[in-house]
Nanobody, 123 residues
Framework: QVQLVESGGGLVQPGGSLRLSCAAS????????MGWYRQAPGKQRELVAA???????DYTDSVKGRFTISRDNAKNTGYLQMNNLKPEDTAVYFC?????????????????WGQGTQVTVSS
């Protein structure tokens, strides 16, 4: 089975930085788009950043200029570099990936979610 595991979250002061990682494992044929979502207490889950298999990126307005999404296809791993963190960035961050597996010689495409990693920005 395919599994996504996030790491790198923690407690950081305002203005600090964190680097989140999302490692995919299992019987992976290919990974299409990857994205990072976050969910703060009392708020809906929102898409923070996304990256296509070709490296095109997009960000929600509130993180533009501060966050950078990237990926290492050889390692099946995605990253989210977060700089100049603000208290409003506090949330559980989830990795999502559109992954193709092979099932009886047929491609199967599914979206997978990681378990989430807590990011807390506070003095």
């Amino acid at each position: 089975q395919v599994q996504l595991v996030e790491s790198g979250g923690g407690l950081v002061q305002p203005g600090g930085s964190l680097r989140l990682s999302c490692a995919a494992s299992g019987s992976i044929f290919s990974i299409n788009a990857m994205g990072w979502y976050r969910q703060a207490p009392g708020k809906q889950r929102e898409l923070v950043a996304a990256i296509t298999s070709g490296g095109s990126t997009d960000y929600t307005d509130s993180v533009k200029g501060r966050f950078t999404i990237s990926r290492d296809n050889a390692k099946n791993t995605g990253y989210l570099q977060m700089n100049n963190l603000k208290p409003e960035d506090t949330a559980v961050y989830f990795c999502n990936a559109d992954i193709v597996t092979m099932e009886l010689w047929r491609p199967r495409r599914d979206a997978y979610w990681g378990q989430g990693t807590q990011v807390t920005v506070s003095s």
